[in-house]
C-alpha cells in the first residue's frame, strides 16, 4: 500500500489500524483545544512524525495517521481531512485553510477491477512555506513546491512548481511569486 502497490482495505491489520486511528481522533476530539499539550501528544501517537511546534483545529479526520509526517510550525483549519493511505509530507510553516482534502488512494479505472475491492495509493508532498487555501482537494501523487499558494477551491491534479500562485478546475499556475 505505502509503495503505490495493490492493496486489500479490508485486510486485518489495515482494518486495525483504521480503528485505531479512529480511537485517537475521538481522543482528540474530547480535549478541550485550551489542553495543547494533551492534543499534541495524541496527534504525535497518531502521526507517523510531527514538528514540535504545530497546530490542528477539530474536526481533523484521516485513514490511518502512521502514514502523515507534518511539518514544524505547519497549522490545519476546522475539517481538515487526510486519506492517508500513502505518506503524506507536510512541510514546515504550512498553513491549510478550513476544509480542506488531501487524498492519497486511488481505484483501478476498469469497472471489474474497481469492483473487486482492490485499491492502490500514491504519495502527496507539500513543500515548506506552502499556503492551501480552503475547500482545495489534492489528488493523489500531488507534489506542490516550497512558498507556493492554492487557492481556493482547486482541485490539484499534477503537480505545482514552487513560488508560484495557482487556482481553478485543474488547477493550473496563475502567477509566479518573487520570492
Known sequence: MINGLPYNPHDRELVRGRLNARRLMR???AIPMDKERQRKHF?????GE???NFYIEN???CDYGFNIYWGENSYANFDCIILDAAPVYIGKNVMIAPGVRLLT???PLEFEARNSGIEYAKP???GDNVWIGGGVIVNP?????????IGSGSVVVKDIPENVVAVGNPCRVLKKIDN
Open 27 to 29: 481522543e482528540i476530539e
Open 43 to 47: 496527534f504525535k501517537e497518531l502521526f
Open 50 to 52: 510531527t514538528g514540535k
Open 59 to 61: 474536526r481533523f479526520t
Open 105 to 107: 488512494a486511488t481505484h
Open 124 to 126: 502527496i508532498y507539500i
Open 141 to 149: 501523487g500531488v507534489t506542490i513546491g516550497d512558498n507556493s499558494v
